[in-house]
C-alpha cells in the first residue's frame, strides 16, 4: 500500500507539472493525503484481485 500512495502522488504530480515545492496551504496537503489514501486503497484493491485471480486455495481434495 505504501507503494501505491507513493505511485498516486508522484503521478499526479508529474500529470499536473508540480513538485512538493508547490504545496501552498492546508488544502494542499489535504489533497495530497487523499490523493495518497486513494492511491494506497487501489494499490490493496490491485494486489488482492490479482491474488485471487492466479492463486485458488486448496479447500478440496
Request: aromatic content about 10%; hydrophobic content about 55%; charged content about 10%.
Given at each position: ?34 490523493v495518497a489514501a ?24
Amino acid at each position: 500500500m505504501p507503494f501505491g500512495a507513493i505511485a498516486a502522488v508522484l503521478f499526479v504530480q508529474g500529470m499536473t507539472r508540480s513538485g512538493f515545492a508547490d504545496i501552498g496551504g492546508p488544502i494542499d496537503v489535504i489533497v495530497l493525503l487523499a490523493v495518497a489514501a486513494g492511491g494506497a486503497v487501489g494499490m490493496a484493491i490491485l494486489v488482492y484481485t490479482i491474488e485471487s485471480l492466479f492463486w485458488r486455495q486448496g479447500g478440496e481434495g
